[in-house]
């Protein structure tokens, strides 16, 4: 081969591995987040317990690292807690309520690196929340009554610190980027002093998100 066709050559290579091999670094985005919480307890002490519905909703940022890798920290209004049952007392229902100010700190993964069509992602980290509040309603029997969970016996922890895991779907539409996920939270601290009780919550959300700047 000659000298010629072997810089040709070479001259190609190193286009293809321009194009391939360093595609831009997304701008930073910010938005939105809004979603339904289905949460529950882990734990010891596990009584007859069932799923709660819930709200979640707040603000995030997502800032890029690389094309693929990006930094997604948040701040949450989350509803946790459960519902409860007895089945030795019919008609007996009761429900714990416990919102919170979380603030998850999450790396992001792109999937596919194209910038064009849907992105799928996965996303997992650390998160510390702070209760807003928390509510104990019983009904049954003729009873119907709400107190504050500071009015129960043992220590209602005010921090919780958990870990947070999902999957999505990013759709650039217009310049926006809209998204889909399911993540699962899964809480590391015991709700209260008196209990072997921790949070879980499962929860699907969708994101609007703004670029700004790079």
Do not use: W
Not at 80 to 89: H, L, Q, T
Not at 117 to 146: L, N, R, W
Request: aromatic content about 8%; proline content about 6%.
């Amino acid at each position: 081969m000659r000298f010629s066709q072997v810089g040709a050559l070479s001259l190609l290579l190193i286009g293809a591995s321009t194009v391939n091999g360093q595609l831009p670094t997304p701008p930073r985005r910010f938005g939105i987040t809004l979603g339904a919480n289905s949460a529950t307890f882990g734990g010891n002490d596990l009584g007859s317990v069932s799923r709660r519905t819930g709200l979640l909703a707040g603000v995030l940022a997502v800032m890029p690292i690389s094309p693929t890798v990006s930094f997604e920290p948040e701040v949450d209004y989350t509803m946790k807690g459960a519902n409860a049952s007895d089945p030795s007392v019919p008609g007996f229902s009761g429900s714990l309520t416990m919102n919170y100010l979380q603030i998850p700190a999450l790396m992001r993964f792109e999937l596919a690196a194209a910038t064009v069509g849907p992105k799928p992602f996965i996303y997992a980290g650390p998160a510390v929340a702070f209760k807003t509040s928390c509510t104990f309603e019983v009904h049954g029997q003729g009873v119907s009554d709400s107190s504050s969970c500071d009015d129960a016996e043992g220590n209602v922890n005010s921090t919780d610190f958990s870990l947070i895991g999902g999957v999505g779907i990013a759709f650039n539409m217009g310049g926006r980027t809209v998204g889909l996920a399911a993540r699962y939270d899964y809480s590391l601290s015991k709700v209260s002093s008196a209990a072997d009780l921790k949070h879980r919550v499962l929860s699907i959300l969708a994101t609007l998100e703004f670029p700004s700047g790079r």
